[in-house]
């Protein structure tokens, strides 16, 4: 997800340079939300390989993947970019007729993925992922790349965001603990001990979940005081309505801190084993706790060092609540 808030200012530019400009937008069915936020959308093809993957063949004599091929090639472009120019994203360029830009093998992560790509555009692959796709829509479209901050240019208003279901807290904090590595996990015991402190100062949290064993994991978290609520998976669209009337934001480096960044929602996000250079949150408002550790950012699945205990990240666990609650303590003292 957070892929796709990255490249939301990059639409916002070509919209400044080509004001009568449209796009529409092939994304994971799971996401199909995120597009329908920016204006210049104007209709959202949506795949659903998380699930293909499982059973290619079925979902191919079902007819369900013929359906996207259609839906796919059914308007004329006059330009298709990949702009997340990845493996999976490179196989759904091969399935559109005609030329598709996309980045050269000097800029691809994934080397293979260029292949898909008649139009090679070079980019610098060690900037932040929000400029590289800024740059590739910019030279796709043949205009200088601004050097303005980013606008991500979603318009929330234009959206009706849906009318929540349950009452939520007068006064609270969002906390995103959630993330798909482990790595990038902040301890429970952390979690809880913020909480506590979080509730002491006048506050509710507010914990979202994305499955059943997060769903499990903030249970978890949310059994320390009985202002603390434990979300269920929601879509996209009320998790942003619940994330539009928190007070800030604690998270893990997770789709959700990109759209606290989306949104302009103040936020502190925690990192270990990525490099916010490359793809932290972007935007007013946001910081970044970073460990102090060594060896970070290592950009490994499971922490690899001897003391780490079940591939849990030892440097997350330094990041003790104290410390990490004094920084949001200043940042909702700010408001």
């Known amino acids: 997800m957070g892929d796709l808030m990255h490249a939301l200012p990059a639409l916002t530019d070509a919209a400044q340079v080509f004001p009568e400009i449209e796009f529409d937008w092939v994304v994971d069915s799971a996401f199909s939300a995120v597009p329908q936020w920016h204006p210049r959308v104007k209709r959202v093809i949506t795949t659903s390989h998380r699930r293909w993957r499982q059973n290619w063949f079925g979902h191919l004599f079902n007819g369900e993947i013929g359906h996207f091929y259609k839906a796919l090639n059914l308007d004329d472009y006059d ?24 980045l050269d093998k000097y800029s691809c992560r994934e080397k293979p993925a260029y292949l898909a790509y008649r139009h090679k555009i070079n980019v610098n692959p060690n900037q932040h992922a929000v400029e590289r796709m800024r740059q590739i829509m910019a030279k796709a479209l043949d205009y200088p790349q601004p050097d303005t901050e980013p606008d991500y240019g979603v318009d929330l208003a234009h959206c009706q965001l849906p009318q929540l279901a349950f009452e939520l807290p007068k006064k609270y904090v969002m906390l995103v603990h959630n993330a798909s590595w482990l790595t990038k996990l902040w301890p429970v015991q952390h979690w809880q001990a913020l909480t506590l402190k979080a509730v002491e100062a006048g506050y509710s949290v507010v914990i979202p979940s994305g499955n059943d064993e997060e769903y499990q994991r903030a249970l978890q978290i949310a059994a320390v005081s009985d202002h603390a609520y434990t979300l269920p998976r929601l879509p996209l669209d009320n998790v942003v309505a619940i994330m539009q009337g928190a007070k800030a934001a604690l998270c893990s480096d997770t789709g959700l801190a990109h759209m606290a960044a989306m949104m302009d929602k103040p936020a502190i996000t925690l990192y270990g084993s990525t490099d916010t250079h490359l793809i932290g949150t972007a935007g007013h408002h946001q910081q970044h706790l970073i460990t102090g550790m060594s060896c970070s950012p290592c950009y490994k699945r499971r922490c690899p060092l001897p003391e780490a205990k079940s591939g849990m990240p030892v440097c997350m666990a330094e990041m003790q609540p104290d410390q990490v609650w004094n920084r949001l303590a200043a940042v909702l003292q700010a408001q």
């Open 79 to 102: 330009l298709v970019i990949d702009m997340q120019n990845n493996l999976k994203s490179a196989l759904v360029s091969l399935l559109r007729k005609g030329p598709v830009a996309g």
